[in-house]
């Protein structure tokens, strides 16, 4: 890194996602950073753009059985399960903690139904210390035979209004990758009223012990995430935001300032550290000394000059 | 609680066995605060593949911030840490987890079993520190070959316990298992710790549960981050749902494990 004269003023990393403004764009993805608490002896929370929480429910989820985790080539695989505290506990026992942190807290939510959605927004619409919303529409539609939301446009659209309806606060929608054309249903849930996309979430995967000839989940089937997926999400973030006017904020591997310049470039507002913060938890941090760094060495003032500045012949 | 991230220095490396190693790291921060039964998770090299950290309990820790990791290689993270050399550094986070209770009340019985030795000797030596009694009955050491039990039993002998071994080849000690030499300790003790395999920790629990004998297991599981975040590390508890053995252990009262789920 080159030294920073005096004389080089400290650029604008500020970004707008809805009416909510963030410090700067770089965020912690949901079921990667637990509820803040557990990073703050390692981070300084008070330096990121955003802390999205683990995925909350109406219900506490126990998640699935082990093993939940396997590491593949350069990522990870995860069934989870979403397991989590519940909407109730999450407000008693997980938020007071986090409204001493300056930065903006942003819940994502998730169900089995439409109305699990409206239930949830509506909890959340008037509480305390939550500055968005972020709805994972990746699970699976419980009364349409198990159908995740996020794979049928008219099964987005419906969640995203029915959350849209709910609630005043910034509603951020979280794509899933496992589709054929996601601009479709970025489209669909753009014009339902959204006022920012979030994507990617993790793309379905399997991996099998060929020893015992079972699967490493005992899942079978569970999610990738990691820098394996970085080429697939940026694809996805720079396909979507060309036909969306709402933030897209990019998600997918990424680990350096590097891979975050790449979403910013390909028309990402802001971008979420996932995976990352397991392996190098200061990895927010980087990445914003980064970004800034990038930006005084081009004399460049404002992040704004980066964002979508893609350059194709 | 808390834990630290530190770029930590190779001490030494030693390398017991084959595939066994042991690396004296310098992380005062992490060594100051640790307890035993906790670990650390440690990135091996600096690329993206392998990815996530490795766990690995604390085997020593000294006053100058010295901490050991003693392990064996059987896969890429571990192949990569093996080859750490001295004057390199390696990440290490930690302390983390909730290590061993240690109960001082009466007579104690530590049972290894292959690289779950690893955190008993610094637990050996915290109770001898704290004012345990020497007359303790025998550590149980177990492993594949001799050659990986050698030194090990030689330093616990050097604190003052006596040590009783087995081994897979009966190269050293009982041939057999490490939990055969078990039957004849349960009316002597009060409180066993046991770290090592599965099977092995399941058999103790069972013997101790018969006995009546308060017992103490460090389990093992997949881990992304060690820090309670990913909810990735868990097993099923005996009052029903799942614990986090990064957060919630890795030290729990046998009585917690569902050993049959
Ligand atoms: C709390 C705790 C303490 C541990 N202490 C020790 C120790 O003191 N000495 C020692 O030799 N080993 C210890 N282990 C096991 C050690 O973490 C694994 O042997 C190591 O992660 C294997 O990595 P690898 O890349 O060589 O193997 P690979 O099989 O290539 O690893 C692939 C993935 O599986 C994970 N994995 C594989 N085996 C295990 C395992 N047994 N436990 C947890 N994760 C595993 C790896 O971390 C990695 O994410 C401990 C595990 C835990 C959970
Ligand atoms: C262990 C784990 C748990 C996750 N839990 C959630 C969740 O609860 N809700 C959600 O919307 N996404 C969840 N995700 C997806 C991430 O937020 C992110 O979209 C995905 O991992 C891709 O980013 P990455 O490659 O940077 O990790 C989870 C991912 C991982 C690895
Ligand atoms: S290893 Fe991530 S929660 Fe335990």
Redesign the interface.
């Known amino acids: 890194m080159e030294p920073v004269t005096s004389a080089t003023p400290t650029p604008d990393l500020r970004v707008r996602i809805g009416g909510l403004t963030l410090r700067n764009p770089v965020c912690t993805a949901s ?4 509820y803040g608490r ?2 703050a ?2 981070v300084d929370l008070n330096r990121l753009g955003a802390i999205i929480v ?1 995925g909350i429910s109406l219900l506490p989820r ?2 699935n ?7 593949t ?4 695989l ?1 069934a ?1 399960g979403l ?1 989590n505290v519940g909407v109730e506990r999450f407000i008693s026992e997980k938020l007071p903690w986090l409204r001493q942190v300056t930065t903006p807290v942003i819940v994502n939510i998730l169900g089995d139904s439409i109305d699990d959605y409206a239930r949830l927004a509506g909890r959340l619409a008037t509480v305390e210390g939550i500055s968005a919303l972020e709805v994972n529409i990746s699970c699976p539609n419980v009364k349409k035979g198990g159908v995740a939301f996020g794979t049928v446009p008219e099964m987005a659209a419906a969640v995203t209004t029915a959350v849209r309806q709910a609630t005043a606060l910034p509603v951020i929608v979280k794509l899933s990758p496992n589709v054929t054309d996601i601009t479709v249903i970025a489209r669909a849930v753009a014009d339902a009223g959204a006022d920012g996309l979030s994507l990617i979430n993790t793309l379905l995967g399997m991996a099998i012990d060929v020893r015992t000839r079972r699967p490493r989940l005992a899942n079978v089937v569970g999610g990738l995430s ?2 394996a997926i970085k080429p697939v999400a940026l694809r996805m973030v720079w396909q979507v935001a060309k036909v969306v006017s709402i933030p897209v904020i990019g998600i997918g591997g990424i ?1 350096t300032s590097e891979d975050a310049l790449e979403f910013l470039v390909a028309g990402a507002t802001a971008i979420q550290v996932g ?1 990352a ?6 990895a927010t941090e980087e990445i914003v000394d980064g970004l800034t760094a990038y930006l005084q060495e081009r004399e460049l003032t404002s992040i704004g000059q980066v964002i979508g500045s893609l350059q194709v012949d | 609680m ?4 530190e770029k930590s220095p190779v001490l030494t490396r030693e390398q017991l066995t084959a595939d066994v190693v042991r690396l004296t790291l310098h992380c005062p921060r992490i060594a100051a605060a640790a307890k035993p039964g906790q670990f650390v998770m440690v ?1 091996a090299g600096e690329t ?6 490795r766990p690995f309990s604390i085997h020593k820790v000294t006053a100058e911030g010295g901490l050991a990791v003693l392990f064996k290689v059987i896969g890429k993270g571990t192949r990569l840490l093996a080859t750490a050399a001295p004057g390199s550094s390696l990440d290490v ?1 930690g302390p983390l987890g909730r290590g061993f209770y240690p109960d001082k009340t009466g007579p104690h019985c530590l049972i290894g079993g292959g690289m779950g030795i690893a955190p008993l000797y610094f637990l050996a030596h915290q109770l001898l520190a704290a004012g345990s009694s020497h007359a303790n009955p025998p550590v149980l050491l177990g492993a594949q070959t001799q050659a990986e039990l050698m030194l090990l039993a030689q330093e616990f002998t050097e604190l003052g316990y006596p040590v009783l071994t087995a081994t897979d080849d009966g190269s050293l000690g009982h041939q057999g298992f490490v939990t055969d030499l078990l039957d004849a300790l349960l009316t002597e003790v009060r409180q066993v710790y046991v770290c090592g395999p599965l099977p092995m920790m399941r058999t103790v629990a069972a013997k101790c549960r018969g006995a009546g004998v308060a017992c103490q297991v460090s389990l093992e ?5 060690g ?10 508890a005996s009052s029903g ?2 614990r986090h053995v990064c957060k919630d252990g890795p030290v729990f009262s046998a009585e917690e494990v569902a050993w049959s789920r």
């Open positions: 079921g990667t950073f637990g557990e990073f002896s390692l683990k126990p998640g059985p082990p093993p939940r985790i396997f590491e080539a350069c990522g990870m995860n989870i397991e990691g820098p680990t995976t913060n397991f392996y190098q938890p200061t | 808390s834990e630290f991230q990135r993206l593949d392998p990815l996530l950290r986070i599981t997949h881990m992304a981050c820090l309670g975040a990913c909810l990735g590390c868990t097993f099923p749902g799942y």
